[in-house]
């Protein structure tokens, strides 16, 4: 088989051990799920394949509705997107009231982003990191005094926080927030330690997760989350 299907071959055997090993020890989790989903969140996250969204939250099938594409970019509204489709049918349909937009360290489609020179071949990708643009006279200007690592690890938080506001622009999401039905949520993902720094409105940064839950118990509901409802309530 190895020899026809090349790399697929250890996926081929993944979804036979799936099927031998691991989908009758969850038989039932599976027959409830035929019947229709009632996800926890919308999670908006990057194409790497460095991110698993279910094993990095212990979430089972059916308690994630995932968003991916390269950089976990949101266009505005007013274009087409399978982005915007994916939104609109997590709150108007799923009746989501949490969207997690949740960037990671070592992210490629931000290291381009800094380099555009990279992406001469790349058009298609090129013309979609367009939808992160708008963070660069802010990470240029704030880069001269920090390291290379640093300043992409600052386009990764600022990034997090321009996709937010896209998500903003859509009227449903608008009215959503402000009638606080809904919470929007920024995490980076940091790959090689396992860690989540989450972004604190009132902070007005990016804190360890730990962190964040002690100044949530501190300030229990008062602040809001991006504005948009109670931090506390996100986890
Ligand atoms: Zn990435």
Redesign the pocket.
Known sequence: MSRIMGGATRILQGIQHFQQYVFGSKMSLFRRLGNGQAPLALFIT???SRINPNLLTQTEPGELFILRN???LVPTHGGVSGSAATIEYALKVLHLRDVIVC??SK????QALLAPETLRELPAVSSWLTHARDILPEVDAAGASLTPAEKLNFAIERNVLLQIEHIRTYPFVAEMLAAGQLRLHGWVYHLESGQVTVHIPGKGRFMPLAEAMLHWERTSSTEGGMGSGAWSDSI
Do not use: R
């Open positions: 990057c194409s790497d390269a950089g976990n960037g990671h992210c490629g489609a931000m």
